[in-house]
């Protein structure tokens, strides 16, 4: 499956922005999604996850309570709303898709997620 990730863009520090993630090439219901994000010098860190169905989701310590994930099989498209941004939200997200065992709904680990969007890019300022 082939990933285009976009909503990315500059935006005050308590705005909110909406990403999406266009999917194709590939049976999109069949994939557990999830969001990540990476600023230089750092290593990829795990965002929101989403389960196939959409029943599912996990999220990091840093989103709960700020960002939703939610996701459209029809439309084959996965979003994460971000309220109340914060400075240190300014990163490069991205999106990937997993097929993990079929009792494994939501997948935090991102050497789980096989396919992966070319990235996004938030700017938060203070």
């Known amino acids: 499956v082939q990933l285009q990730a976009s909503g990315g863009g500059l935006v005050q520090s308590g705005g909110s922005l909406r990403l999406s993630c266009a999917a194709s090439?590939?049976?999109?219901?069949?994939?557990?999604m999830g969001w990540f994000r990476q600023t230089p010098g750092k290593e990829r860190e795990f965002v929101a996850t989403?389960?196939?169905?959409?029943?599912?989701?996990s999220y990091a310590d840093s989103a709960k309570g700020r960002f939703t994930t939610s996701r459209d099989n029809v439309k084959a498209t996965v979003y994460l709303q971000m309220n109340s941004l914060k400075p240190e939200d300014t990163a490069l997200y991205y999106c990937?898709?997993?097929?993990?065992?079929?009792?494994?709904?939501?997948?935090?680990?991102?050497?789980?997620?096989?396919?992966w969007g070319q990235g996004t890019l938030v700017t938060v300022s203070s």
């Open positions: 989403i389960s196939w169905s959409g029943d599912t989701t």
């Open positions: 090439g590939g049976v999109f219901p069949t994939y557990v």
């Open positions: 990937a898709a997993a097929k993990p065992p079929w009792r494994i709904k939501v997948v935090e680990s991102s050497s789980e997620y096989d396919n």
